[in-house]
């Protein structure tokens, strides 16, 4: 007597609002971010204007950064870190790949 299951097929999808916070996370993580260009708030994810956009195709995302750099600090290496820290930070901790990071140094902090 064999007992024959059939499973439906399940399908896991991880809210854009996780990828966002994981990479606000990673990159306010790096040293020489002073902060984000905004806030991360229900609307601007919304309306998409705030300083991180996600766009999911299928199961690959890109992203995209505003960020400010503490004055004294080239931004390109800033900026370079960043994009890999959200990139390994997003797909290590939700599964999802990334195909680009995009930043934008939108300003300079002066302490």
Known sequence: MDDVKNTAPSELKISEDVIITVARLAALDV?????LAGEVNAMSKLRKNGPITVSVIGDVAALDIKIKVKSGIKATAVAEEVQTAVKENVQNMTGVAVARVNVTVSG????
């Open 31 to 35: 040293k020489g971010v002073a902060g």
């Open 108 to 111: 300079v902090v002066f302490d």
